[in-house]
């Protein structure tokens, strides 16, 4: 049976409470998950804290599903986090942030992110994925679809999931973001 190392596990641990600290998730939004061998994949529990995860909120799965249930639901995200795991090889870890400014863009809709391409373009690619039922195959499938060329996925109405080398690699493309969405209203005289 699989399990988590010690290192692997603090490392989580730690990159959730920097997306908690840094506005990316609060209460139980957000989610992560994260490459550890083979076809074994942590991703966060529903109703994870990311802010004050502990090993009880990591599950464990492989391509068949769950190694370690911990007497937990995967989380609504868990669908989206192995797609892109099994659509981008480069992807060590994907996140969803549900932060301010990022979320704000996401309701903006295609037309914003289109008008605003010129702040977005150091990101990594961006990519618009339109308002699909949250934990939806057909959300997973097209999320999935996008970020096999771009780092960034904004979904209309729900914010945004990113991929990264390593789960540090993926949060910092989110904040990244954050910060252009927050230019973004900014440049469009919104109150910040």
Same mark, same amino acid.
């Given at each position: =049976?699989?399990?988590?190392?010690? /290192?692997?596990?603090?490392?989580?641990?730690?990159? @959730?409470?920097?997306?908690?600290?840094?506005?990316?998730?609060?209460?139980?939004? @957000?989610? =992560?998950?994260?490459?550890?061998?083979?076809?074994?994949?942590?991703?966060?529990?529903? @109703?994870?804290?990311?802010?004050?995860?502990?090993?009880?909120?990591?599950?464990?799965?492989?391509? *068949?599903?769950?190694?370690?249930?911990?007497?937990?639901?995967?989380?609504?995200?868990?669908? $989206?986090?192995?797609?892109?795991?099994?659509?981008?090889?480069?992807?060590? *870890?994907?996140? %969803?942030?549900?932060?301010?400014?990022?979320?704000?863009?996401?309701? %903006?809709?295609?037309?914003?992110?289109?008008? *605003? /391409?010129?702040?977005?373009?150091?990101?990594?690619?961006?990519?618009?994925?339109?308002?699909?039922?949250?934990?939806?195959?057909?959300?997973?499938?097209?999320?999935?679809?996008?970020? /096999? *060329?771009?780092?960034?996925?904004?979904?209309?109405?729900?914010?945004?999931?990113?991929?990264?080398?390593?789960?540090?690699?993926?949060?910092?493309?989110?904040?990244?973001?954050?910060?252009?969405?927050?230019?973004?209203? $900014?440049?469009? @005289? %919104?109150?910040?």
């Amino acid at each position: =049976m699989a399990s988590i190392k010690a /290192r692997e596990l603090e490392a989580l641990v730690a990159a @959730g409470r920097r997306m908690y600290q840094g506005g990316l998730a609060a209460g139980t939004t @957000g989610a =992560m998950g994260a490459r550890l061998n083979g076809e074994v994949v942590a991703v966060t529990a529903a @109703g994870t804290r990311l802010g004050f995860m502990v090993r009880a909120d990591i599950m464990l799965m492989n391509g *068949s599903g769950p190694i370690v249930q911990n007497g937990r639901q995967p989380g609504r995200e868990t669908g $989206i986090i192995r797609a892109v795991l099994a659509a981008q090889p480069e992807a060590g *870890s994907v996140i %969803k942030v549900n932060s301010p400014f990022t979320t704000a863009l996401a309701h %903006k809709g295609r037309k914003t992110i289109e008008r *605003s /391409r010129g702040l977005l373009e150091d990101l990594d690619g961006v990519a618009f994925v339109p308002y699909y039922r949250p934990g939806t195959a057909g959300l997973a499938g097209a999320v999935a679809e996008v970020l /096999r *060329s771009n780092h960034i996925a904004i979904i209309e109405g729900q914010g945004a999931v990113v991929w990264g080398a390593d789960v540090a690699d993926a949060i910092d493309h989110a904040e990244n973001l954050e910060a252009a969405a927050r230019v973004i209203f $900014i440049l469009e @005289g %919104k109150e910040v």
